[in-house]
Structure formats: C-alpha cells, structure tokens
C-alpha cells in the first residue's frame, strides 16, 4: 500500500520519463495534484464517482486554492491536467 506522499512521488517519477521534458512548473503541479486529499481525505475514485460532481467542484476549489499558494495557476492548461492524469493512472 502507498501513501498519497508515495504515489504522488512515482506520479511525478513516471510523469519525467514521458517527453516532452517536464518544466519546473508541470513537475510541481504532478507533485501537488492529490493535495486536496490532505484536507478532505482520500478516497478511491470509485467512490468519488458515486458521490459525483459535487466532490469533483470542492477538490477543484481546493486544488486552484493550493496552486495559488504555491505559485501556480488556479487552472491548468488541458494539456497539463492530460499530463497529470496519465502519470497518474500509471502510478494508481
């Protein structure tokens, strides 16, 4: 079993053996895209389709708040969040 510390780390691992080379902010927005977690928890993502759209818009807020705080957009390019998914699935 792997934390979210420990999966968000092989994400970002996975993500930098993928071309194009990843730039300093991609790295960081692969490094931070379980942080929601931290303040609502984690949970599987079957049961975060169960639960629906409204889960998806309060992890979003969240998100776009912790991008702030650390320097990056509130929303990412759709190419970035493709990106992020994939080394993420792949880490999962």
């Known amino acids: 079993i792997f934390s979210v510390a420990?999966?968000?780390l092989l994400g970002e691992a996975i993500a930098r053996r993928h071309p194009p080379q990843l730039d300093r902010?991609?790295?960081l927005?692969?490094?931070l895209h379980d942080a929601p977690e931290y303040v609502i928890g984690d949970m599987i993502t079957p049961f975060k389709a169960v639960i629906g759209e409204s889960y998806k818009a309060v992890e979003q807020?969240?998100?776009?708040a912790i991008h702030l705080r650390f320097g990056l957009p509130p929303a990412l390019p759709a190419?970035?969040?493709k990106r992020i998914k994939?080394?993420?699935r792949e880490a999962a």
């Open 79 to 81: 190419a970035a969040v």
């Open 86 to 88: 994939q080394a993420d």
């Open 6 to 8: 420990q999966h968000t």
């Open 25 to 27: 902010t991609l790295r």
């Open 61 to 64: 807020r969240l998100l776009g």
């Open 29 to 31: 927005a692969i490094l």
